[in-house]
């Protein structure tokens, strides 16, 4: 197990290299959350084996959330609040991780995350309108267009 979720962590090291279908973990992984990231990513410690844990960066599968370098104030200011949404929707920390596959940007996986209090984190982003839903098409812009005259 533990060599699984190393090779699966060192495949997703390596930007632009797609990973194939079968590299994949369906989980769930324990984890502690170690840090968040913004709205949409964090840093977490996976426990891969008894005494043994992995510690990588997750990125949620399913959503897009604003930019905390966004392309203006009104983006910035929800991705902080979005930020925030993250840190209260995980709770204590404890989360348990499924679905995790190679992303596409390397360094990271993909995956989803239930904690305590949230079956899935992602669905309980976008109900609370903190977060899009996201397939890994052309991602919508956070800033409002100003009408033309």
Avoid: N
């Amino acid at each position: 197990m533990r060599a699984y979720l190393a090779v699966l962590v060192v495949a997703a090291s390596f930007a632009g290299s797609a990973a194939p279908a079968a590299e994949r973990l369906a989980g769930p992984v324990e984890a502690e959350v170690v840090r968040v990231i913004d709205g949409d990513s964090l840093v977490v410690r996976a426990r891969i084996w008894l005494g043994q844990t992995v510690e990588t960066h997750v990125r949620l599968a399913g959503i897009d959330t604003p930019e905390l370098r966004g392309k203006c104030a009104e983006e910035r200011e929800k991705a902080e609040a979005a930020r925030a949404a993250l840190i209260a929707f995980l709770g204590e920390g404890k989360v348990a991780l499924s679905g995790i596959e190679a992303d596409k940007f390397g360094g990271r996986v993909r995956a989803r995350l239930a904690s305590a209090t949230h079956r899935d984190v992602a669905e309980a982003m976008i109900a609370g309108g903190h977060a899009r839903a996201y397939d890994g098409g052309a991602r919508a812009g956070w800033c409002r267009v100003a009408a033309v005259e």
